[in-house]
């Protein structure tokens, strides 16, 4: 999952070496943390948080497949 998400990150953010994933993982539910260079944190959330929904949305399918819950958190 932690990979995923930096795969997707670092292909929309101007500076793909400051993105960092860091993951919390508990005995249902994983928490996946995204921390990205300031000048690129808009375009990670996008129009009305369009983008930020789109990624939460393929990690959930993800997480459905190995059956297990987790949860996206865009960190300033």
Do not use: C, F, H, W
Request: net charge positive.
């Amino acid at each position: 999952m932690k990979e995923l998400i930096k795969y997707m990150a670092q292909a929309l953010v101007d500076n793909p070496e400051r993105v960092e994933v860091s993951e919390v993982i508990g005995e249902q539910t994983s928490v996946i943390e995204l921390r990205v260079a300031k000048e690129d944190l808009g375009k990670v959330i996008g129009k009305q948080g369009r983008t930020a929904k789109a990624m939460r949305t393929v990690l959930s399918a993800a997480a459905t497949k190995i059956r297990k819950r987790s949860v996206l958190e865009i960190i300033e």
